[in-house]
Nanobody, 122 residues
């Protein structure tokens, strides 16, 4: 029920910055939470940052003080501003949307973007 389109990935030097964008097919006001995950080769997908309907944010410890998640409700878009990038940030980054039905959190549904490659290298 939610289509997610991502953009903004690319190649950047260590210490550089990128901004990822995720645009949803419906108002993000109606989405319980949106976030960014990443997956490096041979590793599990991990949560990078998330933001709830109410604006509460969550960050992985490894990206705190470097990454910032934000949203533009008018554009149905969530952003991930990534600063001071490190080689270990290299991964495919996926946008995620969570919808939690009123009848129970156990019936939560997740929707994923196609992923965008972020490569941090000199």
């Amino acid at each position: 029920q939610v289509q997610l389109g991502e953009s903004g990935g690319g190649l950047v030097q260590p210490g550089g910055s990128l901004r990822l964008s995720c645009t949803a097919s419906r108002s993000i006001v109606s989405i319980n939470a949106m976030g960014w995950y990443r997956q490096a080769p041979g590793k599990q997908r991990e949560l990078v940052a998330a933001i709830t309907q109410g604006g509460t944010t969550t960050y992985a410890e490894s990206v705190k003080d470097r990454f910032t998640i934000s949203r533009d409700n008018a554009k149905n878009t969530v952003y991930l501003q990534m600063n001071s990038l490190k080689p270990e940030d290299t991964a495919v980054y996926y946008c995620n949307a969570k919808l939690i039905p009123a009848y129970g959190v156990a019936y939560e549904r997740s929707y994923w973007g196609q992923g965008t490659q972020v490569t941090v290298s000199s």
